[in-house]
């Protein structure tokens, strides 16, 4: 099994915050468990060179499979995923703006989607997932990647936007920045901020901070299951447990204590690993 995070090259750090390998091979195919997968605060491009996945948005049942490619936005709900026996995806996770500097298309127009990432991209897209089955390292995969978002940047791309650089700053600090700030820092007015940040994200500034919070306080359970709730919610910026609780209800629809009982069932934890990146 393998959970792992590759670091993009110097010309794509504008576009790319990372990439994600995830692989995982079951001898059983009938009892292989599903993810419950939550919100995020990322856009992403998977390839699916082996075996796909099944996604089910939860709140309406609707599923999707069988894609080879997949391009998804921004995500207010929980997702359960189902993967194949022999399972390998390869993620690029985009920096803030990047994906709608790559595609010109309004991030909100992609969120809560799964879209098949051929009816997006250039017809080369198709090749590439043949050549990640093929290499024989991650690092190879890696270059097969960015040789293709090299491509598709040199075929033209948005203008690059001070808010792109802003907005990483509420994925790295790991605080509730003031949107009054965060609109000067990125020399517009409030309302000029609010909307461009829409446009190039999906959601508004304090949603998406609302996202990253979540996933840190996430994140924090999972690399430490010893800690109570009342510490995370405190160290995660939020006032109180009763807030961590509103939070988790509104993006998972479930108590922290009841949605991470669901994430103990999932893939990686047969592999003894947990969702911690």
Request: hydrophobic share 35%; net charge positive.
């Amino acid at each position: 099994m393998v959970l792992s995070e590759f670091t993009p090259s110097p010309s794509l750090s504008q576009f790319v915050r990372v990439y994600r390998v995830v692989h995982f091979v079951f001898d059983d195919i009938s009892k292989i468990p599903f993810k419950p997968y939550p919100p995020r605060p990322e856009h992403c491009l998977s390839f699916y060179p082996r075996d796909t996945e099944t996604v089910e948005y939860v709140s309406n049942g609707v599923k999707l499979k069988n894609l080879k490619t997949v391009l998804f936005g921004q995500q207010s709900e929980v997702t359960n995923r189902f993967v194949g026996k022999d399972f390998l995806v390869f993620q690029v996770v985009f920096s803030p703006g990047g994906l709608y500097r790559l595609t010109g298309i309004p991030s909100q127009q992609l969120n809560n989607c799964y879209i098949d990432a051929e009816t997006i991209f250039a017809k080369d897209i198709k090749e590439v997932n043949d050549k990640l089955n093929d290499a024989i390292t991650f690092n190879e995969m890696v270059v097969v990647v960015e040789t293709f978002l090299l491509k598709q940047i040199n075929r033209g791309v948005k203008e690059f936007h001070r808010l792109d650089q802003v907005s990483n700053l509420i994925l790295r600090t790991g605080k509730v920045l003031n949107v009054e700030w965060l609109a000067k820092e990125s020399c517009l007015s409030l309302r000029q901020y609010e909307r461009k940040f829409v446009e190039r994200m999906g959601v508004s500034p304090r949603y998406f901070s609302k996202v990253v919070r979540f996933e840190n306080a996430f994140r924090m359970k999972n690399k430490g299951p010893h800690l109570d709730w009342l510490s995370i919610a405190i160290r995660c910026g939020y006032y109180d447990y009763q807030h961590l609780v509103k939070d988790y209800k509104e993006l998972t629809n479930q108590t922290p204590t009841n949605f991470h009982m669901l994430d103990n069932g999932s893939p990686e934890r047969r592999f003894g690993e947990s969702d911690t990146y």
